[in-house]
């Protein structure tokens, strides 16, 4: 017994040998770092980190299919007329930490195409911010003159992105802002300067806002062209289910900030060649449903050689699905019948924001 054990424990270390001899040797890989994309919080939702940078960046625009038809603007052979529109703003944000407050660059380029046939790229915004609580702006930006109430039924703002730069503070819920605008030839009413002058203006806020649904705004503007000043206060107040907005608008004459009337189109109405000297216009805006917020609106206008009309209308505004909004603008103006003008007008509004 003892010999056949002795038998069976040699056979069983040979065989460990010869198969320890027969296996592969053992190579460590080393493992290969991920460079994995991180989150970046410290500036809200949506921001990441530029790989191996202290530089957050975040992506968001929107995608918007627009039909519009009629309007107060579309006299004599275009009554009744309409178009369609496609347009996309896509924002590249760029923010970073620094010993003086954030930096932040914004680049939002924009597309727009026409059912007519034309088409548009241009810069929505492009401009430097340094500082939070008190803050330098510069570059190519909106003013506080292309804000308007909730709705976009109102006349009382202009489309004004000038080469700018901004100082502005903003604590608790105060803030006020003054910017230096370099005008646009083009935009400065009255037919416009000539091509390649350089002229200045002023505009700015001092507000007061606690919310969306709670504030007190300012704003003011001086047109160095044109040597004349417009004024707009307007406040928002949290009233039963909804919000109600308030503005009003004074021009001195022609400027840039403001509404006026010398588009060729206005050429066979009695307010042809004139501005918008007084404006008074009110919404109010609620939710019917949790996807559905209603806001009618009226406005009374004076231009500047005494012709007054009134405007009235509503903006319907449906969540379909999350960032994806159906809105529908009616509106129509109370003017003579003499004046030979399109009194409804409108547009719908798919939209989608990212």
Known sequence: MKTRELLIASASLLAAAGGAKAAD??????????????????FG????????TETCLSFDGYVRF???????????PLDADWTTLTK????????????????????????ELYSNGS???????????LGDDVYVRAGYFKSFWDQDLYGELDNIDNTTKYNSIR??????????????DALDPSEAGAGGFPAGSNKLALSGRLGYVVSDSQYLKLDAAYDSYNENYAIRPWAGFGIGPGTFEIAGLYES???????????????????????LKYAVAANYYFNVTDKLVLAPQ?????????????????????EIVDNFHARLNANYAFIDDDWNQQNWFGWFRLERDF
Request: charge should be negative; proline fraction near 5%.
């Open 25 to 42: 040797p053992v190579v460590v890989i080393e493992p290969v770092a991920a460079n994995y994309v991180e989150i970046c919080d410290a």
């Open 45 to 52: 939702s949506g921001f990441f980190y530029i790989p191996g």
């Open 66 to 76: 627009e039909v519009d038809a009629g309007g107060i603007q579309t006299g004599g």
């Open 88 to 111: 996309t703003v896509f924002e590249v944000w760029a923010k970073t930490d620094t010993e003086l407050g954030t930096l932040t660059s914004v680049i939002a380029p924009e597309i």
């Open 119 to 129: 088409s548009s790229i241009t810069l929505d915004d492009v401009y430097l911010n």
């Open 167 to 180: 100082l502005g503070v903003h604590v608790d819920h105060f803030e006020a802002a003054l910017q230096i």
């Open 253 to 275: 004459g022609f400027i840039s900030y403001a509404p006026d009337f010398t588009a060729a189109n206005w050429d066979d109405s009695p307010i042809a060649g004139t501005y």
């Open 298 to 318: 009226t406005q009374y206008n004076v231009a500047s050689n005494d012709k007054a009309f009134w405007e009235a209308g509503a903006v319907a505004d449906w």
